[in-house]
């Protein structure tokens, strides 16, 4: 019996670590790839490091490309590393073209596929995420969800009976595992921060930063903000290509760092004022941290967020943001509850049901 765990962006890594952990502690057999979609240092290899990952057994280098030329490389390296190994089980998460690519051959080699993080719907299919999300979902044999409405969005869709498990959030169970030492670094510290004395900034959806008058917009508002309190900034690579033909916000304290290690973004976000985000994870993690959270979107595919948690969807009106600022700042803002489940306890469950589906 091998199982196989695929990760390629900064995302997969905080959502499959603690599966590919528990599935080591319980020693079953184990092969870890790599698509290598995210490569950086920065945007990668940190991540391994301070989740205490295992190297990849297996590292496809694939890079950054055009979505289709990004899509077929992944499809390539992992057909042969497929054909090498024959697992007899392949674990996926979350939404990237990585997660999309593996998914559509293992299908096709008839290995049963297991997606976490399964259900997630924007309805919103200018976002890539959701068409990977959708696709993957209805070539996967178990899909394991996070909150309810990914249940009712597989029912509605017909997958209802295709092995659904409601498991809770693995990104909260690595969350969960490394908050008191990530706030213990004290990092807002290297920023002249004081904890709850700052705003915390992530952009990166194309929809936000690909077009220039957008962007310039946004950085606007932002500027706004920061007049209110200090925005720190770390940025995306794919956002920092963009900022370099169009200038950074003018007026306030807007402080751009490179993207951050894990621990370091994690003790920021316990201890913000308030989060500006258009990630999705993001998202989670502000509910789950109990901190206010803003999402730069008109949508989202994560909307226990807004309806237990802190978040609010605000798009990129400067008006609306504003006004939430200034309801966060004078203390108006729900404190939220942590969702059903995101207890730390995820990935046990995953570990427990793919033990079950491998010996039945
Ligand atoms: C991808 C995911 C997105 C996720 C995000 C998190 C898809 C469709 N999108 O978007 O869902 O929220 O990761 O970061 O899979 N780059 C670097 N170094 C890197 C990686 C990327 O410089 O290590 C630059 C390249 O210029 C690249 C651009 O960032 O062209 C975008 O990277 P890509 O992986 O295509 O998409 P993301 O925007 O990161």
Known sequence: MLVCS???ARPNFMKIAPVVLELLRRQVPHLFVHTGQHYDDSMSRVFFQELRLPAPDVHLGVGSQTHGRQTAR?????????????????????????????????????????????GLRSSDRSMPEEINRVVTDHVSDLLF?????????????GLGERGVHFVGNCMVDTLLQHVDAAIAKEPWREYGLEPRGYALLTLHRPSNVDIAETLDRLLHTIGSVSTR????????????????SSPPATRGDVRLTEPLPYLTFLGLL????IVLTDSGGVQEETTALGV??????????????????????VGTDPEIILECLESVLAGHWPTGEVPPLWDGRASRRIVDIVEGFLSS
Request: charged share 25%.
């Open 74 to 118: 992944v499809m390539e390296g992992i057909e042969e590393v497929f054909e090498r190994h024959s697992p007899n089980l392949v674990i996926v998460g979350g939404d990237v073209n990585s997660t999309l690519a593996t998914a559509l051959v293992a299908a096709k080699r008839s290995i049963p596929i297991a997606h976490v993080e399964a």
């Open 145 to 157: 969800t996070t909150e309810e409405s990914a249940n009712r969005n597989l029912e509605r869709e």
């Open 6 to 8: 695929v990760v390629g």
């Open 270 to 273: 316990a201890r913000a004022r």
């Open 292 to 313: 206010p959270c803003l999402t730069l979107r008109p949508n989202t595919e994560r909307p226990v967020t807004t309806t237990r948690g802190t978040n609010r969807l």
């Open 229 to 244: 309190l200090p925005v720190l900034f770390p940025v995306h690579p794919r956002t920092r290509r963009h900022l370099s």
